[in-house]
């Protein structure tokens, strides 16, 4: 599975960015799709979630209110749409695809997308 975010940049704070998955390769027993961020210094933290058929999903309580995932099925994307962002949320943002079997779970990462969020 091959996974790459797109729509990362430069904001002002209380502005608006949308950030794209595209998933690639045996995607069919993909269980659900995640968004995960990481700031300077800080350990890798999730944001988001969503289920494989999208009747489900979840927010950090950071985030919860102000940004919104979603699945694009014409095309077969996961997106983030962030709104009233704030300088705290400036971060290397990365799309996980999960994968469950059992009890081991298989993760596949993008290689991130810049988000930084100017006061």
């Known amino acids: 599975v091959q996974v790459v975010e797109s729509g990362g940049g430069l904001v002002q704070a209380g502005g608006s960015l949308r950030l794209s998955c595209a998933a690639s390769?045996?995607?069919?027993?993909?269980?659900?799709m995640h968004w995960y961020r990481q700031a300077p210094g800080k350990q890798r933290e999730w944001v988001a979630g969503i289920t494989s058929g999208g009747g489900s999903t979840n927010y950090a309580d950071s985030v919860k209110g102000r940004f919104t995932i979603s699945r694009d099925n014409a095309k077969e994307t996961v997106d983030l749409q962030m709104n009233s962002l704030k300088p705290e949320d400036t971060a290397v943002y990365y799309c996980?695809?999960?994968?469950?079997?059992?009890?081991?779970?298989?993760?596949?990462w993008g290689q991130g997308t810049q988000v930084t969020v100017s006061s």
């Open positions: 996980n695809a999960a994968r469950i079997v059992g009890p081991v779970v298989y993760d596949y």
């Open positions: 390769g045996s995607t069919f027993d993909i269980n659900a």
